[in-house]
């Protein structure tokens, strides 16, 4: 109590200035419009700034919440086209799920992406406990991405497209032509699509989708565009440069894709092999 007192007598000319001069503005402000109007409007817009800035300040640490929200949003629009037969970002129908959806829909983050090597891998943040397993394939909204290579607890490492030991079916849109979809190792935004044959019906700017005979992907997403095409092999084949719609450079929220058949389908397919 006694710092108060000291700290009064020490400061008292200063405090009733400051308390004079409040009287004094107070006066002013009542007395004379302009200056009551200004002073409302300057309280006004500090305010509304102060509440600007919170309300900025929310919406920022809220943005984790809202793109997870959007991300699984998504996952369930996605699986709503598998649903009802659509495919995914093209033209066609097909009546193919009319027993049962045989997708799941996963929705996840890239927290690595690595795309400046010969073999590139990412990471996400899903993994067993979440369902995912090998073999799945991953997908983005531009198209597809890689293949789930293995999964621990809670993240996952996805074999990219951008990956010269991988190999993908893909497929012509509009025709029955399937081709092997590799990369090179050089361009990420360009991908090979080889093992076409001569007699296939190529032309610059054909659309490149996922075939049918993929266990992983479903089929008509799409992948890229014809940039150019070369016969090779004495004129028995093509290869054909495809320019990649996906950025593999710039990936953040993707979609695993569980196909419900697939182990049933890799039975069939290898029956009479051992034999």
Known sequence: MQQIINFLIKYRNLLLYLFLLFIALGFTIQS?????????HSTGYLTSSLLNTKSGIYEYFELKDQNNKLSKENARLRMRLLEISDTLLGEESTFIFS?????????????????????????????????????????????????????????????????????????????ATIGSLKWDGSDPYVMSLEDVPRLAKVTKGDTIITGRQSTMFPPDILIGVIRDAQLIENGSRYKIEVKLFNDMTDLDYINVIKNRDRMALKVIDTLGTNE
């Open 32 to 40: 004379h419009d302009y200056h009551r109007n200004t002073t409302i």
């Open 99 to 175: 027993d049962s959806i045989p997708y799941k829909v996963f929705p996840a983050r890239v927290i690595k992406n690595d795309f400046y090597k010969t073999d590139n891998y990412i990471t996400i943040d899903i993994g067993t406990n979440q369902g995912i397993e090998p073999d799945m394939g991953v997908i983005s909204h531009n198209g597809i991405v890689g293949v789930i290579d293995r999964s621990s607890d809670n993240f996952s490492r996805v074999i990219s497209i951008l990956n010269s030991q991988i190999s993908l079916n893909a497929q012509i849109k509009g025709t």
